[in-house]
């Protein structure tokens, strides 16, 4: 699992003596059609692929396993919390199965953050100077999903659509973003390090005021799109839906 992390691989496993569900349940939740609209918005639109598997590779972590396992860190909170709203929406509008499957995979995305934030923690310990450049270099080149690069055929601007009507209705948006790293920061400790080298006080220093800058630019952001146009989407049956 880790080699195929530090190369670069999007993966989904189940951890060992965690509890968590097994890979094949996770990509059976994820792939399944039947989720419906709403749980794509979690999910992702599993019907849309990007070209050639290239949206399954992350780009950015460069077979660098500090990079690799705060990639993952930040990814499975990202994914906890989205799949979480995505229940809790769900529930609001009366599917009950569906807020279960979305709690399901959300309680697994837990377990899977719960066991790579425990590796970086460790990584902190042994090495805090490249740990905390690893995490500044990390977040300057900003977490994106491997969903990045989906395509349907016809837009070529799918995932920030996807992403922009995710953030309206409160599944999964910049916010969330600035919170998970507030978490990271929080969990493991970054404010207390000592004894870094310059560079890494200057990598500190980014790091802990960085969600608060998210958080500025999110409210300015959220101004503009009240003004957003309406778009036909393929992978919600053409609907037309406000971005
Ligand atoms: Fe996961």
């Not at 880790?2 to 993966?11: F, K, L, N, P, S």
């Not at 792939?31 to 639109?45: D, E, H, K, N, Q």
């Not at 659509?161 to 999964?172: E, K, N």
Request: contains cysteine; aromatic residues 10%; charged residues 25%.
């Amino acid at each position: 699992m880790v080699v195929r992390i530090v190369e670069g691989e999007e993966i989904e496993e189940g951890v060992a003596g965690s509890g968590c569900s097994d890979n094949w349940l996770v990509r059976l939740f994820r792939s399944g059609g039947w989720m419906g609209p709403a749980g794509r918005l979690a999910a992702g639109p599993a019907r849309v692929r990007a070209p050639a598997g290239e949206g399954r590779r992350n780009p950015k972590i460069e077979k660098n396993p500090y990079l690799g396992f705060i990639y993952t860190s930040f990814q499975e909170r990202a994914t906890f919390i989205s799949h979480g709203n995505a229940a809790r929406l769900a529930k609001q509008h009366g599917d009950l199965k569906l807020a279960q499957i979305c709690g399901l995979i959300a309680a697994d995305e837990k377990c899977h953050e719960n066991a790579y934030s425990k590796i970086v923690q460790k990584l902190f310990e042994i090495d805090p100077d490249t740990t905390i450049l690893a995490f500044a270099d990390m977040m300057r080149k900003k977490i994106s999903v491997p969903a990045h690069l989906m395509y349907d055929g016809r837009d070529y601007n799918l995932f920030d659509h996807f992403a922009a009507i995710a953030a309206r209705l409160g599944v999964y948006s910049a916010r969330d973003y600035a919170d998970v790293m507030e978490h990271l920061v929080g969990y493991w400790q970054v404010e207390k390090l000592t004894g870094l080298s310059p560079e890494g006080r200057k990598a500190q220093e980014f790091v802990c005021g960085l969600p608060q800058r998210i958080k500025i630019i999110e409210e300015k952001a959220q101004d503009r799109a009240k003004q957003a146009p309406s778009l036909r989407l393929s992978w919600v049956y053409d609907r037309e839906v406000r971005l």
